[in-house]
């Protein structure tokens, strides 16, 4: 397929991104994706000389972040398919609330909500038409058995007991 817009931009280096967790001045954590050109490391692109980073939410809300509210970047590392089964045998690593991405306080309403919003983003069946690696199809397949467990862990087996019900 012809890529009219790489032909376009030929003058720009290309971009690359790092999965970092952020922390801010105000003590906030955001974490995200940032920005820059594949010929520089993390570490260059925090060390430039330009006063913001180009950051992104996992929400999908794109900006750019200055440098000065910035007191720690951690680089966070996605886990490999087989990293996830390895974890999810190891009970005592497995955290429901952290896999669905909610405090443990929350409600069903919103244990359910997060559910249905990280089964839509992971289903394996969204990407069926796609040319993906076979890693990354294997990285689709084992986050939706992880959100699935998390999701009966929390709900303890609920959707199991509704099925036994007698009708």
Known sequence: MFERNRVDRLHEPERGNVTVEVTLQDG???????????TRSLGDELNHT????????YD???FFLSKQTIQAV?????????QLARSQNKNELFHPWTVLGIPETSTKEEMRDAY????????????????????????LN?????????YTALNGGAKKETADMPA
């Open 116 to 139: 249905h919003r990280l089964v839509k983003q992971y289903h394996p069946d969204k990407f069926a038409t796609a040319d993906l690696p076979k890693e990354v199809k294997e990285y």
């Open 60 to 62: 999908g809300d794109r």
């Open 28 to 38: 906030e954590h955001v974490t995200g994706r940032m920005h820059f050109a594949t």
């Open 74 to 82: 951690r680089p966070r590392q996605i886990p490999r398919a087989d």
């Open 142 to 150: 084992a986050m939706s058995r992880r959100i699935n467990a998390a």
């Open 50 to 57: 330009s006063g913001f980073v180009d950051f992104e939410v």
